[in-house]
């Protein structure tokens, strides 16, 4: 098991390899199809400091935030899959979800030292490792808004990283 | 006799059956999870196992979600030869499955707004997770004396990759079967949430094959598996997706397929549904 605890360090994402359990410990972003295009949006714009966001090092969880919880879901649809490369540019180091992404999105966060990582849809155990859980923009989405939570030990599979896929058979 | 049910007691067992559902692994359920456990090689995939049925133990303890897609209430009712069912007594159910959802809690999921709005889901979603309405009722006779509510909650990603179509048999029921394990391997690799449950039914029309389907999750155990279902089971493995599509032998968990009448042509109707890991999400209770 490899720890890391955010904001994560571009020597530590260097180090990962495709099948390493990882356990991220710290603040994370929250967001899914409806809100990351708009935080895309702010990057192309710079004007994601101008929100109070700063995605160096930190991790994002594709999930909605409700009072049932939080779980992970497919990172391979468009809104979704489609804002890896922005997001990484901007310095996020780690895309949460779940399910098979392209080649292409792989080689795009590959260059720029960042990884993708599966973890299951265990809302209950996640729940225990969640705290202080807060809209970090665009409240008028709901539970799909960008939400900042904290965490505590969240355990995930590295599913792409270096060019790699744990999908690759 | 139903002139004698307490309404106020129905909501009440409605509502904590639905949470039942929503928050817990049936034993057999949790017995299918520790036989692949023991048995899958591949430790990746041993692992994702594990933290599915870790999560069970605590969403048990807590009474609360198994998942964050809390699913949309679909309600399965057998009814006894001296049982009745009234507009009352469905009135009180839904009146419970309400409760139950804001209990859970449900995930606040019901589309607001007329026939256009709920489509793109311009108004937004109602904040009341009470508010999210349960699927028409699907009652069965049954020749036990009772009258029992199952309760189960759909997730949208088997819903994404279910399949509803039509097979000509060629009066072979491997071409059937066959086709079916196609179906199944397409819907597992897609859904993410693996290991599955597959749920089939084979009736004479969409409608019927769809209610069969539904009765085969409200009844299927992991513990009572026929000829028909352990052979798909055995094939959809052979394809090696596994937990999560991390690879293995176990993508599917088993398979509760229900066959019902059958039309006089070469034609089967097929419904088949990729339950996720934590599905088929039930509880049931009877209604005194």
């Known amino acids: 098991m490899i720890h890391l605890t955010t904001p994560i360090s571009e020597e530590d994402i260097a180090k990962l390899q495709v099948g390493d359990v990882v356990s991220i410990s710290g603040d994370i ?59 990484s540019k901007a310095g996020l180091k780690i895309h949460l979800g779940k399910g098979a992404i392209s080649q292409n999105t792989i080689n795009a966060i590959s260059k720029l030292n960042a990884v993708y990582a599966i973890i299951p849809p265990v809302t209950a155990l996640l729940g225990s490792k969640t705290s202080d859980i807060e809209i970090a923009a665009y409240p008028e989405l709901g539970m799909e808004a960008l939400h900042k939570v904290h965490v505590s030990e969240y355990q995930a599979i590295i599913a792409a990283a270096q060019g790699r896929s744990i999908y690759d058979k | ?150 309760i189960l909650m759909l997730g949208g990603g088997p819903a994404i990759r279910g399949i509803t179509q039509r097979v000509f048999h060629r009066h072979d029921v491997s071409i059937v079967i066959d086709e079916i394990v196609k179906r199944a391997v397409e819907g597992v690799k897609n859904l ?59 993508s599917v968990l088993a398979t509760f397929a229900k066959i019902g009448p059958q039309r006089a042509s070469g034609v089967r109707i097929v419904a088949l549904r990729p339950c996720c890991c934590f599905e088929p999400r039930r509880a049931s209770v009877e209604i005194d």
């Not at chain 1, 994002?60 to 890896?84: D, Q, W, Y």
């Not at chain 2, 449900?106 to 508010?131: E, F, H, N, T, W």
């Not at chain 2, 699927?135 to 199952?150: A, G, Q, Y």
Request: negative net charge; glycine residues 10%; proline residues 5%.
């Open chain 2, 192 to 250: 993410g949430c693996s290991p599955c449950t597959l749920a089939v039914g084979i009736g004479r029309s969409q409608f019927e094959a769809t209610s069969l389907m539904m009765e085969a999750m409200a009844k299927g155990n992991y513990d009572v598996q026929s000829e028909f279902e352990q052979e798909i089971t055995q094939k959809v493995n052979e394809a090696n997706v596994g937990p999560l599509g991390l690879g293995g032998k176990t």
């Open chain 1, 29 to 87: 972003f929250c967001g899914r199809d409806a809100v990351l295009p708009k935080v895309c949006k702010l990057i192309e714009e710079k004007r994601l400091s101008e929100k109070g966001i700063n995605l160096q090092g930190s991790v994002m969880f594709h999930t909605a935030v409700s009072p049932a919880g939080i779980g992970p879901t497919s990172s391979n649809k468009v809104e979704i899959e489609g804002s890896f490369e922005a997001l």
């Open chain 2, 1 to 150: 006799m139903t002139n004698n049910i307490n309404m106020n007691e129905v909501i009440e067992k409605v509502a904590a059956t639905l949470v039942t559902a929503g928050s817990t692994f049936r034993e057999d359920q949790k017995e299918a999870y520790r036989r692949v456990i023991a048995s899958e090689k591949m430790e990746s995939s041993c692992w994702v196992m594990q933290q599915v049925l870790e999560n069970a133990e605590v969403a048990e303890k807590s009474r609360g979600p198994l998942c964050d897609d809390t699913g949309i209430p679909h309600v399965f009712i057998e009814v006894g030869p001296n049982r009745a069912l009234t507009g009352a007594l469905m009135q009180s159910i839904k009146a419970g499955i309400r409760e139950g959802l804001r209990r859970l809690p449900g995930r606040p999921m019901a589309v607001m707004g007329d026939d256009y709005a709920r489509i793109d889901q311009s108004r937004g979603l109602d904040p009341d997770s009470g508010a999210l309405l349960p699927s028409p009722f699907l009652v069965k006779e049954v020749d036990e004396d009772i009258l029992r509510v199952t």
